[in-house]
């Protein structure tokens, strides 16, 4: 966190140049960030909702497609920030070679930079649950404490994987399995309660399904954060920041001699 603090200058305007450098040579440019999601979001409502007219088990308080969403939103984010961290390092070599250069910057870049995309594709969310003549509860004020930990976590992911990945360098083949395997392994197109009780465990090990289901919760149903749940994510999250933090400082060092 300190990193951010002590080079906050820094990496604002490497965010910045990350985001405006994904759309430099469209014609929309930025609005990219905003037709995306959308243009996702009508693919979804017509293919799950005309075609195969999908039903959300439980009770259903939104339109499939909506409550879908929030799980690819989720997804997407997380997927976005192991997607980078494993070209992060070797992307940036330049800077590596830079004594002075706070490496932690740059995954502190591939965070905000994700994380900003996320926000554009909430509020598309929004925009459409509020013309579908949805309502809002109170516990739509809970979502930054949601997200919270959730960042914290993928914060975590990026600065082990980034650094792994400079030395083992099938981790890129790698995760792209496992970001598929979490897409499938969550409640994103189907509610957790189309699996059976005794199974529900395993999608809980799949660190976006907390997520998902607990956003879907506050903003949705109306339904607070439960706090033994909570508890045991932020801890887990700021266990594996503290190991992570120690294992790309342990591992910058050899940065330079493989690169």
Avoid at 237 to 244: G, K
Wanted: aromatic share 16%.
């Amino acid at each position: 966190m300190l990193v951010l603090k002590n080079n906050f200058r820094l990496i604002y305007s490497l965010t910045k140049r990350d985001i405006e450098n994904r759309y430099k040579n469209s014609t929309l440019g930025l609005a990219w960030t905003i037709v995306f999601p959308l243009f996702m979001l009508l693919i979804y409502s017509f293919v799950f909702g005309f075609v195969f007219k999908a039903k959300w088990g439980g009770e259903l308080k939104a339109n499939y497609s909506l409550i879908m969403f929030i799980g690819l939103i989720v997804h997407s984010f997380l997927a976005d920030c192991i997607g980078r961290a494993t070209s992060l390092i070797q992307g940036n070599a330049n800077y590596v070679k830079k004594v002075v250069f706070p490496l932690e910057s740059l995954c502190w870049v591939a965070l905000l930079s994700a994380l900003f995309q996320f926000v554009i594709g909430l509020s598309v969310f929004f925009l459409f649950y509020f013309i579908d003549g949805n309502g809002i509860s109170l516990t739509i004020l809970l979502l930054p404490f949601v997200i919270l930990p959730f960042v914290i976590l993928a914060y975590s992911l990026i600065l082990f994987l980034s650094s792994l990945s400079v030395y083992i360098r099938d981790v890129a083949h790698i995760m792209s399995i496992v970001i598929s395997v979490m897409l499938f392994m969550s409640p994103v197109f189907y509610s957790i309660d189309a699996v059976p009780a005794n199974y529900q465990w395993v999608l809980y090990l799949n660190p976006i399904t907390y997520i998902i289901e607990t956003l879907r919760g506050c903003i949705i149903y109306g339904k607070g954060i439960e706090p033994l749940g909570y508890t045991i994510y932020l801890a887990i999250s700021v266990v594996l920041y503290v190991v992570a933090n120690k294992w790309f400082n342990m591992t910058k060092r050899g940065f330079s001699d493989v690169l």
